[in-house]
């Protein structure tokens, strides 16, 4: 958090820019089950509730956690790692204007708890089809608070990373490398799934993956647009470029599928999308929208190279979390580096520009970021399975986890099933697959 | 000649068609199927509604084989399809009285020996 000089005047509450953070905040929930749409037709389709169900739990979960304590961690005053308990149960949170915005400070704590929703939502890709959705509850709380409110300080809160001068405009710290090197301690703690390079494991609905990635897309206008906490210049340019860098990512990943395989492919496409949206994060309103394009074009090759390179490891980092979200969004970090722009941005210069200090400090980012997420998530999956197992048996994945986990089926037919009337209560037999 | 006709658990699926091509079994269709079998039913709840599931999924190997190929192919079907739990599915040899391949008009032994065998 950036202290105002003494003579700056006492900040008011503007209207428009309240108006527009209310829609931008709205647009940003959406993305978290557009994320379980996009991931849900990713997976087979025994696994497609579990999978959306994780998004849900996001929802559930890391909102609380952000109320009790998440957000005071991330934003009030603390020292330069983690910030301190001030805002505990949203103590002092209400209508006055957050420093250093024009937006109600309770405006300003629930955009960044989609954020912080939207990230744990994002980790749960690494684990699908194989986590039990208990542990997968407590992960979900642990890690928004330790991982997600620690990064969130050093970017946006006043911690080391922000005083240091690293440039983030709507977390490519704390939402995406967080995220993404998350997600790879997550896959190599609870291990591949059991058919993981022995048996092809497709995709069970294309179409919910492009239409997911869609109201991503749509959503990320508000995250991305949102990010200058008000409707002024940064907003509108950071607006203005969540189009074109995704437009650029998909003209090259059309290119890129095209000299691999002669074929264009649409979940291909979906994934460009949120590549070319999560390259743009970081970078939204500090780089002029024909940069941004170029980004938008250079963020494809690195994250292809992993998605096409990752399948051929041992690592079952199931919905390529890395390649999408951690490599994206490090791109970007590091792209502000070089080609940031006083001019458009009215903070500083990249290396192009004659700062050369600028990619220093991106680097700095773009290194500390990675290894602290992915050494405090391989702790907190660790801890867990101390205490109850991470995942479910191979009968029970055979089976799949929506009957397992729900007892629900995405797509159950009902024929041969008989209603079991309320009175006679339901005997507590277990699945066939799961004769305990 | 014989019709084999192997009901298995979708997840076995796989196992049984890699079975199924090294026992160079090389012409089979499947089919999903719903069936039941004296497996305990699961018991499954939409908002209020609390359902017992009478039904398994099952996918239904149908193998036309010459004699030769009628142990290999229930071998395969066996040992790719069995978890050892009540649900592994079914298998049933019946005597086919004629085959015709469509596209030559071979009949019996010649249409189900596969292609360039």
Redesign the interface.
């Known amino acids: 958090m950036t202290h105002l000089p003494d003579l700056a005047p006492i900040a008011q509450v503007d209207t428009g820019d309240t108006a527009w953070m209310l829609a931008a905040t709205a647009l940003v929930i959406l993305m978290t089950p557009a994320l379980g749409l996009f991931y849900a037709g990713l997976v087979r389709a025994?696994n497609t509730l579990n999978t959306f169900m994780m998004c849900a739990a996001a929802l559930a979960v890391a909102t609380v956690t952000w109320a009790v304590v998440g957000y005071s961690l991330a934003f009030s005053e603390g020292n330069a790692i983690i910030g301190g308990f001030d805002h505990v149960l949203l103590n002092g949170v209400a209508f006055e204007p957050r420093e250093g915005t024009t937006i109600p400070h309770l405006l300003f704590m629930v955009f960044q708890a989609s954020f912080c929703i939207l990230t744990v939502a994002l980790v749960s890709g690494a684990v699908v089809e194989r986590m039990r959705f208990g542990p997968f509850l407590l992960f979900a709380a642990l890690w928004s608070v330790l991982v997600y409110a620690v990064l969130a300080h050093w970017a946006f809160g006043g911690g080391w990373l922000q005083a240091n001068g690293t440039l983030d405009f709507a977390g490519g710290v704390p939402v995406e490398m967080g995220s993404g090197f998350s997600a790879l301690a997550a896959a190599l703690v609870v291990r591949s799934r059991k058919?993981y390079g022995r048996?092809a494991l497709l995709p069970h609905n294309a179409v919910f993956v492009l239409l997911g990635a869609g109201l991503l897309w749509f959503g990320w206008f508000g995250f991305n647009g949102g990010s200058g906490f008000s409707t002024g210049n940064s907003s509108v340019l950071a607006f203005t470029n969540t189009l074109l860098t995704p437009a650029c990512t998909l003209v090259v990943w059309f290119l890129l599928d095209f000299l691999r395989g002669r074929r264009v492919t649409a979940v291909g496409a979906a994934t460009a999308i949120i590549v070319g949206c999560v390259g743009i994060t970081p970078a939204g309103g500090f780089i002029s929208p024909t940069w941004a394009m170029l980004l938008g074009a250079l963020a494809a090759l690195p994250s292809y190279a992993v998605i096409v390179l990752r399948p051929r490891t041992r690592v079952d980092e199931t919905l390529d979390v890395l390649a999408a979200h951690g490599v994206a969004g490090l791109t970007g970090i590091l792209f502000i580096g070089f080609f940031a722009q006083l001019s458009w941005n009215g903070v500083a210069d990249g290396l192009l520009y004659g700062n050369a200090a600028q990619l220093g400090s991106q680097a700095l980012a773009a290194v500390a970021t990675p290894v602290y997420a992915f050494v405090v998530t391989f702790v907190i999956l660790r801890v867990i399975g101390l205490v109850t197992p991470l995942r479910a048996t191979e009968?029970e994945e055979?089976?799949?986890m929506d009957?397992i986990q729900h007892?629900?089926?995405a797509y159950?037919?009902g024929?041969?099933?008989?209603?079991?009337s309320?009175e006679a209560g339901?005997?507590a037999?277990?699945?066939?697959?799961n004769?305990v | 000649m014989k019709l084999v006709i192997g009901i298995v658990?979708p997840?076995?699926a796989?196992d049984v068609l890699e079975n199924l091509y090294r026992a160079e079994v090389r012409g089979f269709s499947i089919s999903r199927v719903?069936g039941?079998g004296g497996?305990?039913?699961?018991?499954?709840?939409?908002r209020?509604?609390?359902?017992?599931?009478?039904?398994?999924d099952k996918v239904r190997f149908e193998v036309a084989v010459s004699e030769p190929f009628v142990q290999p192919t229930i071998d395969a079907l066996c040992e790719g399809a069995r978890?050892g739990?009540?649900?592994d599915g079914k298998i049933f040899v019946v005597p086919l009285e004629r085959v015709v391949r469509i596209r030559t008009g071979e009949t019996d032994h010649g249409a189900v020996t596969p292609v360039g065998a």
Not at chain 2, 39 to 46: A, G, I, K, M, S
């Open positions: 025994k058919d048996q009968r055979a089976v799949g009957i007892g629900e089926e159950a037919t024929e041969g099933a008989i209603l079991v309320p339901v005997e037999e277990r699945p066939v697959a004769p | 658990r997840d076995k796989n719903q039941h497996e305990l039913d699961r018991v499954e709840t939409y209020g509604t609390t359902v017992k599931m009478g039904l398994a978890t739990e009540v649900g």
